[in-house]
């Protein structure tokens, strides 16, 4: 537990309220230029919530917190960095909040391979990283979810009836998702760029980071055990909305 609340960087607070804030008000900011782009994959686009969720078919933490969504269903960094300048750059915003990892780290069942090794999930992360903070842009990086194994290995094992196997000697799927969180948190603190642990927050309010635990807080899909789950984007969307506003307090 120690080394989780070393972690956290939002707070009690954000782990623990998950009624959305105010959300960051784009409007509100000193040019049209001065947006807030949420770059991401499918746990910042949402795409899944009308089918799994329907009742909250666009409760994404970006809609929720108020900025605009540039996620992208099963994108990895490597497509991501393809799409950063049309989907990020000439938007010239002023801030950038990035949430990827989870696909990267994804295992190929015939190669045995991630689908970004870890040494190029890092490369890719940091050149964007870099490419914002060279125009003066503020960035917050973000980790991703505690996955719920048990649901996962359920949900892939018609494809795939060896997909526990794949992960045993990573430590499990969740151990190893968080392995490509530790990266985030490395780059984050490299080049000195706001982190939130989402991580660490979730497993703070799950009480620990285990299947049942997880299952219990309701912040994980119980379908695939992989996505945020409308009450896990509010989560996030407090903690983005957090940092926002300390960033462009004129804009509250």
Sequence with gaps: MNKIKKWLV?????????????????????????????????NTSGSYLPKEFP?????NWPN???????????NTTAQAI???????????PAAVVMMFGLNDALINSTTGQPQVSKAQFEKNLTSMVLQLKERHTQVILMTN???????????????NPKIREIYTNKGGLRKWENSYNDIIRKVAKTHKVQLVDNYANAVLKAGNATDTKIS?????????????TPKGHSMVAYSVNHYLNQMFPYAK
């Design 145 to 159: 979810l505690p996955v719920n194994e048990g649901v996962y290995y359920k949900y892939h094992s018609a494809d």
């Design 216 to 228: 219990k807080s309701g912040l994980v899909d119980p379908l695939l055990g992989f996505h945020w």
């Design 55 to 59: 009742k909250y078919p666009t409760h």
């Design 82 to 92: 393809k799409r950063f300048k049309k989907d990020v750059l000439d938007l010239n």
């Design 10 to 42: 939002s707070g009690m607070a954000a782990a623990g309220l998950l009624i959305s804030s105010v959300p960051f008000n784009i409007e509100a900011a000193t040019t049209k230029t001065d947006r807030v782009v949420a770059f991401g994959d499918s």
């Design 64 to 74: 929720v917190a108020g900025v605009v969504n540039k996620g992208v269903s099963g």
